[in-house]
């Protein structure tokens, strides 16, 4: 595609519910990365993944957050129970081949509010 | 990560040059300079890099001094369009260099 896309744009839920959140890359791109931007901080990484596998999930804050890509396309960032400080919006960004120097370009984020 | 540091918040009018220092004093040897910019509502996107002396592409410059503790991203004659967050960041060149670490940026505010 022309750019990074993720789905759904907004989402409000309850706490404890579970939300899934979806993340469609530039085509080709083998590097996909989960971040976690808060009201008015900086960008906090979350999991790196390198075709379908995830070498690096160091940025998880909890295990109700997980994530999984298949294809070596689309990837799915599950947060399950949700909680307030969960209230953030999720940002996805991907490479060509996952190298150190390369641009990470980013989608337009999923903003999620949990009630 | 090195830390960097910026202003939080700066203003100009347009058409103006705009000059944004970030401080690093902990560089690493290393560590490559990198700016993204991010307008509300949508993700961050990359503007320029570098590791020292001046890098200029069709967007900004960047400045870093011999001692690469500090690096200043330029804007020549800003619009309104230019009003976003802008980041600092560093990139080591090895490993773990994807952990993209942002601070809270510096918000530029163009007045017409």
């Known amino acids: 595609g022309a750019g990074v896309s993720q789905s759904p744009s907004n989402k409000v839920t309850e706490k404890g519910k579970d939300v899934e959140l979806r993340c469609d890359p530039i085509s080709g791109h083998t590097a996909l990365y989960w971040y976690r931007q808060r009201l008015g901080q900086g960008l906090e990484f979350l999991i790196y993944?390198?075709?379908?596998?995830?070498?690096?999930k160091s940025g998880l804050p909890s295990d109700r957050f997980s994530a999984e890509r298949t294809g070596e396309s689309v990837s799915t960032l599950t947060i399950q129970r949700t909680q307030q400080e969960d209230s953030a919006v999720y940002l996805c960004?991907?490479?060509?081949?996952?190298?150190?120097?390369?641009?990470?370009?980013f989608g337009p984020g999923t903003r999620l509010l949990v009630l | 990560l090195a830390k960097t540091t910026q202003p939080i918040s700066m203003d100009s009018y347009e058409g103006q040059e705009v000059n944004i220092t970030c401080s690093h004093n902990?560089?690493?040897?290393?560590?490559?300079i990198t700016w993204y910019q991010q307008f509300p509502s949508q993700g961050p996107r990359f503007i320029i890099q570098?590791?020292?002396t001046k890098v200029t592409n069709e967007v900004a410059s960047l400045f870093i001094p011999a001692d690469r503790k500090s690096s200043t991203l330029s804007l020549p004659r800003v619009s309104l369009s230019d009003t976003a967050v802008y980041y600092c960041?560093?990139?080591?060149?090895?490993?773990?260099?994807?952990?993209?670490?942002f601070g809270k940026g510096t918000k530029l505010s163009v007045i017409p």
């Open positions: 960004a991907s490479t060509p081949q996952g190298g150190y120097q390369e641009t990470q370009y």
């Open positions: 960041l560093l990139r080591p060149s090895g490993a773990g260099s994807y952990q993209l670490t």
């Open positions: 570098g590791y020292k």
């Open positions: 993944f390198q075709g379908n596998s995830a070498p690096d």
């Open positions: 902990n560089i690493a040897t290393n560590d490559y």
